[in-house]
């Protein structure tokens, strides 16, 4: 074995059992079931939050585009990989979301990691030596967020969890810096489920000239205007929202919304768009689809948030801890691995998969099981899963006395 190798295996064997990951088989299935390590489990564990993933008409539209187009597309967007679709899909995307203009991009860490890299660029700011831009960023921000920054060597500015007073008194103490400020956070939050508050934060990017960088891939699909997110309507210049195809409208890949000038940009210096081969035909489809049947769902967003309602006020009735959830995503908050880990065992026994959520994904303590609610699941397998996490929670706390 050669020094790394060595290395890699020593560090898997110290990791505990708890944290070390192992991948499993899993495929969807219609009415919110997956085929997970060969057993048929009613899937809380999903991101499918409309169930378009096994939708008739977002996979046909899919099967008719790589019947007529291929299955790649062949290159990156610069070089042959733009094809014909890309821009109705973009026109689509900006229409929807109020917006000048939209860019297409692989996937939402792809988006996240290279679009904030570049807006970080020091070639951008002044180059190298120059004083660094002003980044202020959520505490609980997404990892590829953070990535982005990483990237690009930028420092962040840390602002309490979802905590816009303390983001304010934060620009206020730099109100006078004549660096660009750029503040960036998330719409609706991926291991919390709870929701910023767009239109203030909007103010106070106003009131302190920042750049406003927000990731709505939790959002897209199931709130705000024809499901379009909290930040569709009026997305100005100095915004960039990113959005995911690959959550609640069922395929994958990514967008932003912005300006023109900003697309422009980012087609010259964003590095996920010029060096990635272009998304292929189907994928192309099944986002065109999705983008269609999304702003006519509003009854499946009615049942969704009702039964995100009902599963929070049953588990909150018992006094467990849903943190501060008002989405489809709800934590069922527990705190040590272990304990996590065997409530997810016990729930999957009886039919149910949820994801068990351990650090470093969230904070040391505050394992969890993430709840995701579909859709297309009934009121009553909520009501039944409540019933089970219920029970679940309870056998540990019971073990504990």
């Known amino acids: 074995m050669t020094k ?8 898997l064997q110290a990791m505990p059992d708890q944290r070390l990951r192992r991948l499993k088989c899993s495929n969807l299935l219609e009415g919110g079931y997956v085929e997970h390590n060969g057993r048929k489990l009613l899937n809380f564990a999903s991101n499918d939050y409309l169930g378009l993933a096994q939708n008739t008409a977002v996979r046909e539209r899919a099967a008719e585009w790589a019947q007529v187009y291929g299955a790649g597309t062949g290159a990156s967007r610069l070089i042959t990989g733009n094809h014909s679709t890309y821009d109705l899909i973009e026109k689509k995307l900006a229409q929807l979301k109020g917006s000048e203009a939209a860019l297409l991009l692989n996937s939402g860490f792809q988006a996240n990691s290279s679009v904030l890299a570049a807006l970080l660029n020091t070639r951008l700011h002044g180059g190298v030596g120059k004083p660094e831009v002003l980044l202020f960023c959520d505490k609980l921000n997404h990892a590829s967020l953070h990535f982005g920054v990483q990237a690009a060597n930028a420092k962040q500015i840390r602002f309490r969890h979802n905590d816009l007073r ?5 620009l206020e103490k730099y109100k006078d810096s004549e660096q660009a400020k750029i503040i960036v956070t998330e719409s609706v939050f991926s ?16 009131r302190y000239d920042a750049f406003l960088y927000i990731d709505e891939a939790h959002a897209t699909g199931v709130l705000g205007v024809k499901g379009m997110g909290l930040c569709a309507g009026g997305i100005s ?7 995911t195809c690959g959550k609640a409208l069922g395929s994958y890949g990514a967008y932003v919304a912005c300006s023109h000038r900003m697309k422009e940009y980012l087609v010259n210096f964003c590095s996920g768009l010029i060096y990635a081969t272009a998304l292929p035909p189907q994928v192309l489809g099944a986002i065109d689809a999705a983008l269609d049947l999304v702003p006519g769902m509003d009854t499946e967003r009615r049942h969704l948030a009702h039964c995100s309602t009902i599963f929070r006020s049953m588990l909150q009735d018992e006094g467990i801890d849903t943190g501060l959830s008002s989405t489809q995503i709800i934590p069922v908050i527990i705190g040590s691995d272990k304990e996590t880990l065997t409530v997810a065992h016990g729930l999957e026994e009886k039919g149910f998969l949820v994801g068990a959520i351990r650090p470093p994904t969230v904070p040391e303590g505050s394992g969890r099981l993430r ?3 579909s859709a297309v699941h009934s009121e009553k397998q909520v009501e039944n899963l409540g019933r089970a996490v219920i029970d679940g929670v309870a056998r540990i706390t019971d073990a504990k006395v």
């Open 4 to 11: 790394l190798s060595k290395r890699i295996d020593t560090h």
């Open 166 to 170: 303390h983001l304010a008194q934060l």
């Open 191 to 206: 291991m919390d489920g709870d929701q910023l508050d767009v239109p203030q934060i909007r103010s106070l990017a106003k």
């Open 237 to 243: 210049d100095n915004e960039l929202i990113m959005g």
């Open 371 to 373: 709840v995701t609610l």
